[in-house]
Structure formats: C-alpha cells, structure tokens
C-alpha cells in the first residue's frame, strides 16, 4: 500500500507540477522559494523532496511550473526504486555519458522500463507524456 501511495504522489506531481536538477540541494518544501505555504502541492513536495525523490530545479527553486522532462520522469523512478546507477555508459546515442540522468537511463532500458524512441534514440529532454507516464510506471510495477 505504500508503494502505491508513492507512485500515486509521483503521478499527481508529475502531472501538475516538476521537478528535479543535478545540482539540486533541497532536502525540505521549505528550502523552495517557489512553493508557497497554501500550494494545495506544499505537502507532497516536502515528502518527495525529504526522501530525495525531487531535488528541485535549483537549490532554492522547485519550478512548479515547469514541464517533466523524459529524463527528470526516469530520474525520479530511479531515486524512488534506490537503485546504484552507473552514468559512465549510455544506452542511447543522444544520452551523454556522465549527466545527471544518463546512470537512471540506463537503469531503466536495461530493466525494459523504457525503450526510447528508436532507433538509438531516447529523446531525454521532451516532455513526458501522460500516457508515457503510465506505460513507464506500469513496467516499473510489472519488474519490481
């Protein structure tokens, strides 16, 4: 039930709002100068941001606003499942080796989570998609 409770969290806040860097510090929703106290969010940013899911756009800014990249959705997956990535391979041509979400990339597509767009391509900074949003979570459940 909790691990439906997360992916559920995770879901509503991919859909309304984003999230995430490589630079990122935030450990608390009070460490973002962008989500206010009256955000109907405010709760579920501070638990995602405590347990290290989201990091924000920066250290002081969450974007609530801001589109959930391809690679910001498989990033949080990563984080979420606790997993030890390895950043220094890519198993997609236009994912660079050492970025902040080449490791949960490849994380994912050796899982069979993702598979890109074809032919090599994972398309790392296009928007994620509802539907893509439900077809990455249901093979993360169908793997886990």
Do not use: H
Request: neutral net charge; charged residues 20%.
């Amino acid at each position: 039930m909790r691990k439906q409770r997360i992916i559920s969290v995770l879901l509503t806040l991919c859909m309304a709002v984003s999230l995430l860097s490589n630079v990122a510090l935030a450990v608390s929703v009070t460490d973002f100068t962008d989500v206010a106290k009256d955000s109907w969010y405010y709760t579920d940013v501070d638990f995602v941001a405590q347990k290290g899911y989201f990091k924000g756009m920066s250290a002081t800014t969450f974007e609530p606003d801001t589109e959930m990249s391809r690679a910001m959705f498989v990033t949080v997956l990563a984080r979420y499942a606790g997993v030890k990535v390895n950043d220094s391979q890519s198993a997609f041509t236009d994912v660079p080796t050492g970025t902040w979400y080449t490791g949960a990339v490849n994380w994912a597509a050796q899982k069979k989570i993702v598979e890109g767009r074809g032919n090599g391509i994972f398309d790392p900074n296009a928007s994620v998609t509802r539907e893509e949003m439900c077809t990455i979570l249901d093979r993360y459940l169908t793997v886990t």
